[in-house]
């Protein structure tokens, strides 16, 4: 497959990962399910780590990915051949930001995650594990706020890795792109097979939603 292919099965495989990144975000604004004070939400949930960095900033590189296959910048110096490869070189750009969105949301995951949810409990509102293990009975309200934001900031963070991880898989394709040109030694390019990586993302998705209701389906 050629690297401007290849990084169309990027972009392909980043958009969904944007959309789900971007939901999870939503209901991390409803813990159980239900509207609450805005007051009562955890402060991980305002730094809009999915919405902004693995959502918003995603969907540059993966629109930008999904036009480089017929992408020639017009044609560089009138050389269409030439035009594609500055295409692909202005592409590990697009994928440093997609990186640094990525990683924005995997830090503000991994924070939230360690702190745990701002909850009421037999003393009153605060956040009860921010310096010890999770005893998920102790959050009284908003109702399981534990399971709800544990699940949610787990799967934005695996998904922010897989982002960051195909982020810097187009960088790699970028630099070959722009060396050996769209297609090295002829049509049939780098060896490198789209369908793997969507299974993989598929997979890597279905695998994130299941530990996500587990908790759920053994209650």
Known sequence: MCPGAFAKCLGISLLPLSVVCVLCNILLFFPGGTPVDTKELSEEVWYFGGILGSGVLMLFPALVFLGLKNNDCCGCCGNASCG????MLSSILFAAVGVLGAGYSVVVSVLAIKRGPFCQTSEGWKYPFENRDYLWKECLQPLDVVHWNLSLFSVLLA?????????????????????????????RGVSVNGNVLLSLVAMCSIYGLYIWSYPLLVK
């Open 84 to 87: 594609r490869r500055f295409a």
């Open 159 to 187: 998904l922010g890795l897989i982002q960051a991880v195909l982020c810097a898989v187009q960088v790699v394709n970028g630099l070959l792109g722009a060396l050996c040109g769209d297609c090295c030694g002829g049509s």
